[in-house]
Nanobody
Framework: QVQLVESGGGLVQAGGSLTLSCAVSGRSFNGYSMGWFRQAPGKEREFVAR????????SYADFVKGRFTISRDNAENMVYLQMKDLKPEDTAVYSCAADWSGTYSYWGRGTQVTVSS
C-alpha cells in the first residue's frame, strides 16, 4: 500500500510563494511517476504538473508554466511543488498522486492553498 501525505499549504497574498511537499511511503518510490493536481470549489480536479520516475522530465499545465516547478527527491521519497507569483485563481486543494503503470492509482488527501487578492 502506498500512502501520500501533502503539506505546506496555507494562506498567501497574490504575488507570493509557497512550496508544497508530498511524502510518499510504501512501495518503491522511484517506480512511480508523480503528479500534482488541484481542485477549486465547484470545479473539476485539474492537472498541474508531472515528474518522471527519474526526475529528469517534467510537464506542466499551461496555466502554471513559468510559475510552478515540480521536483522530487528519490532518496527521501519526497515530491515538491514550488509555486511563485501566486494568483487568486490558484486557490484550490492541491493533491499529489502516484502513477505506477499509466494511471494515477494513489492519491493524497490534499492541502489547501488560498491566495488572497
Amino acid at each position: 500500500q502506498v500512502q501520500l501525505v501533502e503539506s505546506g499549504g496555507g494562506l498567501v497574498q497574490a504575488g507570493g510563494s509557497l512550496t508544497l511537499s508530498c511524502a510518499v511511503s510504501g512501495r518503491s518510490f522511484n517506480g512511480y511517476s508523480m503528479g500534482w493536481f488541484r481542485q477549486a470549489p465547484g470545479k473539476e480536479r485539474e492537472f498541474v504538473a508531472r515528474m518522471s520516475r527519474s526526475g529528469t522530465s517534467a510537464s506542466y499545465a499551461d496555466f502554471v508554466k513559468g510559475r510552478f516547478t515540480i521536483s522530487r527527491d528519490n532518496a527521501e521519497n519526497m515530491v515538491y511543488l514550488q509555486m511563485k507569483d501566486l494568483k487568486p485563481e490558484d486557490t484550490a486543494v492541491y493533491s499529489c498522486a502516484a502513477d505506477w503503470s499509466g494511471t494515477y492509482s494513489y492519491w493524497g488527501r490534499g492541502t489547501q492553498v488560498t491566495v488572497s487578492s
